[in-house]
């Protein structure tokens, strides 16, 4: 089943924060996010595990929520590189390398 | 090092035609995947490859097939084209590690179905 991702977009000024959600009705064993610029394919961002072990590139936070079966992205001091729609997936099986991902929050930083 | 490349960048085919997607990557990945990419619908498994030789079907399979050919390649071949298949196909592959491997996406092709 789909995660949910709130909001399905957000519009901001440069230098401030915003915060992406990515929920699921299922267990979550690990969420991936990926960011995608227009008419680019998606990037990886980062892995978040259960246990609180991350792994990514970015100078990105983020919250992992197993209980809540939640994850949420952490955009601080936005650059207007950060612009682009944000991906969260989710893996449909424990250990499974196929992912499910949520319909996207798209993010435009304005100057 | 070119990544994951994958041909052709545009196609538009009319109804009952047939079409094969090819995509390649050059980083010794295991894991590779076909995903499609419709207007607010995020991206959708077609299908998933472990290794060579193995394929497994994702969330919307029917009306394509795929073949992994060896390591490199991994295509996607649509039978017979129809409208619904208008989409942005994306390729990925990965270093699988058990679920926990960054996906390297190629830079898609843009199919139109008349």
């Known amino acids: 089943q789909q995660p949910v991702q709130s909001p399905q977009a957000v519009i901001l000024r440069e230098g401030e924060d915003a915060v992406i959600n990515c929920s699921s009705s299922k267990a979550l064993y690990s969420v991936h996010w990926y960011r995608q610029k227009h008419g680019e394919a998606p990037v990886f961002l980062m892995i978040?595990?259960?246990?609180?072990e991350q792994k990514g590139h970015e100078k990105i936070s983020a919250s992992f929520n197993e209980k809540k079966q939640q994850s949420s992205l952490y955009l601080t001091a936005s650059q207007l590189s950060y612009s682009g729609t944000y991906f969260c997936g989710t893996p449909t099986n424990f250990g499974n390398e196929k992912l499910t991902f949520g319909t996207g929050t798209r993010l435009t930083i304005i100057p | 090092n070119a990544g994951v490349t994958q041909t052709p960048k545009f196609q538009v085919l009319k109804t009952g035609q047939s079409m094969t997607l090819q995509c390649a990557q050059d980083m010794n990945h295991n894991s590779m995947y076909w995903y499609r990419q419709d207007p607010g619908m995020g991206l959708r498994l077609i299908y998933y490859s472990a290794s060579e030789g193995t394929t497994d079907k994702g969330e919307v399979p029917n009306g394509y097939n795929v073949s992994r050919l060896n390591k490199r390649e991994f295509s996607l071949r649509l039978e017979s084209a129809a409208p619904s298949q208008t989409s942005v196909y994306f390729c990925?592959?990965?270093?699988?590690?058990?679920?926990?491997?960054?996906?390297?996406f190629g830079p898609g092709t843009r199919l139109t179905v008349l």
């Open positions: 990925a592959s990965s270093d699988g590690a058990g679920g926990v491997g960054e996906q390297f």
């Open positions: 978040l595990l259960k246990g609180g």
